[in-house]
């Protein structure tokens, strides 16, 4: 019985974030800046969240058609936690990463492509005594598909009212 409220609390208390989260982008300004916040599931019960910060210099290049390339600089700071950890149960992750998309150039709804790499550095590599993840300095590769909601403008950067994003790499999935 107790089981079951945990569920229901979990999922309310998503729901509302979520909510929350939907609601808020609406009246968000992301011109050039912007945040991210996501989480994720690994090997070894791993919990990841993560909270990243956007930069979008408007460089772009190669327009073909109503479509460009555009560059996205992102910078993270993450939190990992684990219950088989017997060395370290919680490892902090801070890194950068440079970010080429391929987006519609204007309209209210834009889907994107993107793939970047970055670096990462962890706080400990260690995580049990059987399980380390070489060392403390990682590389993060990703590739993502999106769509970006919001006018703008194939000259001016404009406010886009939010932005989803699913992002799979050899490290994280990101929802």
């Known amino acids: 019985m107790n089981n079951k409220k945990n569920v229901v609390r979990g999922l309310a208390l998503k729901s509302v974030c979520a909510a929350l989260l939907f609601g808020l982008s609406g009246?968000?300004?992301?011109?050039?800046?912007?945040i991210q916040v996501a989480?994720?599931?690994?090997?070894?019960?791993?919990?990841?969240l993560d909270l990243?910060?956007?930069?979008?210099?408007?460089?772009?290049?190669?327009?073909?058609?109503d479509w460009h390339f555009a560059l996205?600089?992102?910078?993270?700071?993450?939190?990992?936690?684990?219950?088989?950890?017997?060395?370290?149960?919680?490892?902090?992750e801070i890194?950068?990463?440079?970010?080429?998309?391929?987006?519609?150039?204007?309209g209210t709804i834009r889907p994107f492509v993107e793939a970047g790499a970055g670096v990462r550095l962890l706080t400990s590599p260690r995580i049990s005594s059987t399980f380390t993840l070489?060392?403390?300095?990682?590389?993060?590769?990703?590739?993502?598909?999106g769509v970006q909601f919001g006018g703008r403008s194939s000259t001016r950067p404009a406010t886009a009212s939010s932005m989803c994003r699913t992002a799979v790499?050899?490290?994280?999935?990101l929802v």
């Open 27 to 34: 009246v968000a300004a992301a011109d050039q800046f912007g």
């Open 39 to 48: 989480g994720g599931l690994g090997d070894h019960h791993v919990k990841k």
């Open 52 to 65: 990243g910060f956007v930069w979008d210099p408007n460089l772009t290049w190669w327009q073909i058609g």
């Open 72 to 92: 996205i600089g992102e910078a993270h700071v993450a939190w990992w936690h684990t219950n088989e950890g017997n060395v370290h149960e919680n490892i902090g």
């Open 95 to 106: 890194g950068v990463t440079p970010i080429i998309r391929f987006i519609k150039g204007s």
């Open 134 to 145: 070489s060392t403390a300095f990682q590389f993060a590769d990703m590739a993502g598909v």
């Open 169 to 173: 790499s050899k490290s994280r999935i």
